[in-house]
């Protein structure tokens, strides 16, 4: 589990069909093999550890369905270790499962950021609520049908990727999980529980 909070931009110095190699500092620190890191939002295994960078499978679910397979030697990438017990929640819940791809449109000087999301996703956003763009916790500002704008402070999109977007590139997607949940339990049969569409939506949560 994850918080969205990215800790480092890495650097891949090597990826094939199956294996990344990614160098990089501060999340190294009290790694061990086996623990999870955030690939751009993507969640990993560990599988080897060296002084400045780790390695670690992919599979070919994982190629299919998120951008790892557009990245190549020199790209940077998005790191964030597995959330600790005792570490602050400063993000949302991210589970590092990627729901889909999304396309950047545009940013303008107010650093906004115009995202296109697939039709299945894009039913599950809301204004003011929370979405993963490459790992990052951010929170959408406007929703325009399958098109939404993410206002990104400056620390944000410094110490991100997100600077070195253009457009027409894919991003990795991730949906608040609160927002599936909601549905799966809203078209539950027999649900017989007082929470209705109308509820939530007065409550804020749609």
Known sequence: MFTGIVEELGKIQKITSDRI???CCSVLENTKLGDSISVNGVCLT?????NNSFTADISLETLK??????LKSGDFVNLERAMSANGRFGGHIVSGHIDGMGKFLSANK???LKFELPQEI??????????AINGISL????????EITLAIIPHTLENTNLKYLKSGDFVNIE??????Y???????????????????QENGFL
């Open 175 to 180: 949906i608040d999980m609160l927002a599936k």
């Open 139 to 146: 929170t959408i500002a406007e929703v325009d049908g399958n």
């Open 122 to 131: 894009s039913k599950y956003v809301i204004k003011k609520g929370s979405i």
């Open 65 to 70: 369905m998120t951008t790892l397979e557009c």
């Open 21 to 23: 190699t990614i160098e």
């Open 46 to 50: 560990v599988t080897s550890l060296f």
């Open 110 to 112: 107010n650093n906004e």
């Open 182 to 200: 909601v549905e799966k339990f809203l078209s539950t049969v027999n649900n017989k529980s007082n929470i209705t569409m109308d509820l939530l």
